[in-house]
């Protein structure tokens, strides 16, 4: 959660916390076993346990969630293969689709170097 709340807090990532306040989310690396389950207010993202029923769920591998952050790969295209699972409430997942469509990745030390190569 660190790292969104920083990428929030240097206006990286531009989300509208009141369009994912009090929403619960699941986030899946399948081929790592990564399960993460969080929450939002007004201001921050916030772990939460997984015993939450959850609004939004994104699935995939390491591999498609890379191509689609470092813009190799169109969400909608991995979605529609299907190697992007998205499900829970539709306008939601719409938003924090175009949320991390909108990420400048190259403006993070970590993603320019990836970004770059």
Known sequence: ????????????????????????FQIVVEDLG??????????????????VPVDLYFGANMVDFMKMLLRQEDPDTLF????????GDT?????????LDSIDWSTIPLMKSIVEH
Request: charged residues 20%.
């Open 80 to 87: 529609f293969n299907p190697k992007l699972k998205i499900e």
């Open 91 to 99: 306008e939601l997942g719409l938003i924090v689709k175009n949320l």
């Open 34 to 51: 990564l399960n993460l389950y969080f929450t939002a207010d007004e201001n921050k993202f916030i772990l939460a346990n997984n015993t």
């Open 1 to 24: 959660m660190q790292t969104l709340n920083q990428l929030l807090k240097k206006q990286i990532l531009q989300a509208d916390m009141s369009l994912l306040a009090g929403r619960n």
